[in-house]
């Protein structure tokens, strides 16, 4: 009799157990993943969610190695991937970037469920070539002496990885959830 009485635990555990498999199944069928990318393929998804996004944060490591993020207003990534932006070259990131090249740029677009993040290495640009190239008329009351206050910053991309849930570009590795990524040959 007693054996018995443990068999409705078991069955009830059980019963849980089919319906939490059925349940987490049909979420993943709601996220169809795209089949393998290939790196342009990748590429271009990553340049759709850059330019939906227009905002980016760039993440530098102050003095005492902690990050720091600010909004940041790029350019559009250069055919190899190179992003630019501008800022004062009196600002904190200026001088983090002038301890440690290694940043970020991570751009996000909420209505995709989707991001880009660049890893680095950032360069400051002061060429006065560039700096034309390189300038958008609605920042002329961030810099009104120009010629001294605007500086760019350059990211030369080291890695890039892309996640868009609606277009199915997700982690293909379900325990450390790795994002599909590119790696840029170092220059």
Same mark, same amino acid.
Request: proline content about 6%; hydrophobic content about 40%; charged content about 25%.
């Given at each position: 009799?007693?054996?018995? +009485?443990?068999? $409705?635990?078991? =069955?009830?555990?059980?019963?849980?157990?089919?319906?939490?498999?059925?349940?987490t199944s049909g979420i993943r069928s +709601?996220?169809? +993943?795209?089949?393998?990318?290939?790196?342009?393929?990748?590429?271009?998804?990553?340049?759709?969610?850059? %330019?939906?996004?227009?905002?980016?944060?760039?993440?530098?490591?102050?003095?005492?190695?902690? $990050?720091?993020?600010?909004?940041?207003?790029?350019?559009?990534?250069?055919?190899?991937?190179?992003?630019?932006?501008?800022?004062?070259?009196?600002?904190? %990131?200026?001088?983090? =970037?002038?301890?440690?090249?290694?940043?970020?740029?991570?751009?996000?677009?909420?209505?995709? +469920?989707?991001?880009?993040?660049?890893?680095?290495?950032?360069?400051?640009?002061?060429?006065?070539?560039?700096?034309?190239?390189?300038?958008?008329?609605?920042?002329?009351?961030?810099?009104?002496?120009?010629?001294?206050?605007?500086?760019?910053?350059?990211? =030369? $991309?080291?890695?890039?990885?892309?996640?868009?849930?609606?277009?199915?570009?997700?982690?293909?590795?379900?325990?450390?959830?790795?994002?599909?990524?590119?790696?840029?040959?170092?220059?």
């Open positions: 009799m007693k054996s018995h +009485q443990g068999l $409705p635990k078991i =069955i009830g555990r059980s019963f849980l157990l089919l319906c939490f498999a059925a349940f +709601q996220v169809k +993943q795209a089949p393998r990318l290939d790196r342009q393929d990748l590429i271009a998804a990553a340049r759709a969610i850059m %330019k939906t996004a227009r905002y980016c944060a760039l993440i530098t490591l102050d003095s005492n190695g902690r $990050p720091q993020a600010r909004t940041m207003d790029p350019f559009p990534p250069e055919e190899n991937m190179r992003v630019w932006l501008g800022t004062n070259r009196n600002s904190r %990131k200026v001088a983090e =970037i002038s301890r440690n090249e290694h940043v970020t740029l991570y751009y996000f677009v909420s209505e995709e +469920q989707a991001y880009v993040a660049i890893s680095g290495r950032a360069r400051m640009v002061d060429d006065p070539k560039e700096k034309a190239k390189h300038w958008k008329d609605e920042w002329k009351d961030f810099y009104p002496d120009r010629g001294n206050d605007y500086v760019l910053i350059t990211v =030369i $991309p080291q890695k890039l990885e892309v996640v868009n849930v609606k277009q199915g570009i997700i982690g293909g590795n379900s325990i450390t959830w790795a994002p599909p990524a590119v790696t840029f040959s170092s220059r």
